[in-house]
């Protein structure tokens, strides 16, 4: 049961983590433009985070067996078709049904592991499917960019489709059947379609920028449409007998700052991944393969460092760590918008930086978050970690993608996504560093405040 959960997430993560790399050739492949360019880019965590309580709440209604099993099946048959796509907006549509099976999978694997692994392994076994995330986003960006550019970027969807089927077999013949609560929750559609609606107005709005301006009516009502459905979600939660997010949890003021600082390192420490596989690709011209490996230090520190936090916290607080690593990722992003300009070795002791930054953080935090809410399911604690986590991801990175395109005329915008920016002209290629000195900019002081946030936090502890 656990190898069979550890799979499915494993490879539903790496899924997630290579596309990045191939954006610029799914560009070039549809000669898409820069909107479209960033939805591709955007829309599965998008529809992931949007759904992912609505897909947790339905494991408890309808079984949790039958609702993963479910998960997989979609994620498998929307890999195939996605692999087929003839059309860049039929593969988003596509992407969309990939993100609502990611969604379903995320949310139920670790509450199968809770529910069904003895008291005395749940420990052990939750440490096994936390590697198989971690193992996904460390070879991800070079699996990516090897598939692109051997096989092609359609493999990287094709390539899901044999594992899929693994999994479902798997998950199948192993998992216990379910057993139904005695209490069965309501499902909080009201509450879905507003985080969905809100959520994906936001997005949809700030990816308009790129070509409109942030001036532009459509950006600012879009914007602003967004941010009220998202209040009115809050609202709706708050009132909702069975809310799809308990926000009862953020009473606890020292929580609450834990929870509001692993927002604010998701918005730092998320992006630069994806924003350095552009910048290696469309500025320094290199190939997928070469602008994956360029990447893969940054999850390689991130994954050592998160290791050893978990020994430190024997000797030193939590708390203490997840401010030493909100620091640590400043301090990288701070020396990354500087050594843009001075070449790879000097990128790459800034992304190691940030990878130690958010390897510190990460487990520290959410050893925060466990121990300061006892009273709270480790399911329910998780799952809200995750979804602010993702919210915070999609909007740090449609705000940083239009920022880094917004020095490039209009026409220009596309080449950044379709990696050939550097072949158009020496002055794009210095427009681009420009904008990403203005983004990594944006990440620093997202990486401060959660750096003030945790230490705030602290003190309250």
Not at 316 to 330: E, K, Q, W
Request: glycine share 10%; net charge positive.
């Amino acid at each position: 049961m656990l190898a069979a959960v550890s799979l499915a997430t494993f490879l539903v993560s790496l899924s997630s983590n290579t596309l990045s790399v191939a954006v610029p050739s799914v560009v070039r492949h549809f000669d898409a433009s820069a909107l479209t360019a960033a939805f591709i880019v955007l829309t599965p965590s998008c529809v992931s985070t949007s759904l992912m309580l609505t897909m947790g709440r339905l494991g408890d209604l309808a079984g949790r067996r039958a609702v993963y099993l479910t998960g997989i099946g979609v994620f498998t048959t929307a890999s195939l078709l996605a692999g087929m796509a003839p059309a860049p907006w039929l593969l988003v549509c596509l992407q969309v049904c990939q993100a609502a099976g990611t969604a379903t999978i995320w949310a139920n694997s670790a509450a199968i592991l809770l529910e069904l692994l003895p008291a005395d392994r749940v420990n052990h076994g939750l440490g096994i499917y936390i590697a198989s995330i971690s193992v996904a986003e460390l070879i991800g960006p070079s699996v990516g960019g090897t598939i692109s550019e051997v096989a092609g970027w359609r493999w990287i969807f094709l390539l899901n489709v044999p594992v899929g089927i693994v999994c479902w077999l798997l998950g199948r013949s192993v998992l216990q059947p379910d057993v139904r609560p005695s209490r069965r929750p309501s499902l909080d559609i009201r509450g879905n379609v507003l985080i969905l609606t809100g959520l994906g107005g936001l997005i949809v709005s700030l990816s308009l920028a790129q070509d409109s301006g942030w001036a532009a009516p459509v950006v600012l009502f879009g914007a602003g449409g967004g941010v009220v459905l998202l209040c009115l979600f809050v609202t709706r939660e708050l009132r909702a007998r069975d809310p799809l997010l308990d926000l009862g949890i953020l009473r606890n003021r020292s929580l609450s700052l834990a929870m509001a600082s692993a927002l604010a390192n998701a918005m730092a420490q998320w992006s630069p991944v994806l924003l350095m596989v552009l910048y290696f690709q469309a500025v320094a011209g290199d190939s997928p393969i070469l602008a994956g490996v360029k990447v893969t230090p940054l999850a390689i520190v991130s994954a050592t460092a998160a290791t050893s936090a978990g020994r430190l916290t024997k000797r030193v607080r939590p708390d203490t760590l997840a401010v030493a690593g909100s620091v640590i990722a400043f301090l990288g992003l701070a020396f990354l918008a500087i050594a843009l300009r001075h070449g790879y070795p000097w990128i790459l002791v800034s992304l190691m930086l940030i990878g130690a930054g958010g390897g510190i953080f990460g487990p520290s935090n959410a050893n925060i978050v466990m121990l300061r809410a006892p009273q709270v399911s480790a399911g329910v604690i998780n799952g809200t970690r995750l979804m602010l986590g993702n919210v915070g991801w999609v909007l740090s990175t449609a705000v940083v993608l239009t920022l880094v395109t917004a020095p490039l005329a209009a026409g220009l915008r596309r080449e950044f996504f379709a990696g050939t920016a550097s072949r158009v002209s020496h002055a794009a290629a210095l427009a681009l560093l420009t904008g990403y000195g203005h983004a990594i900019i944006l990440l620093a002081a997202f990486a401060l405040t959660g750096a003030l946030t945790a230490l705030a936090s602290r003190t309250l502890g």
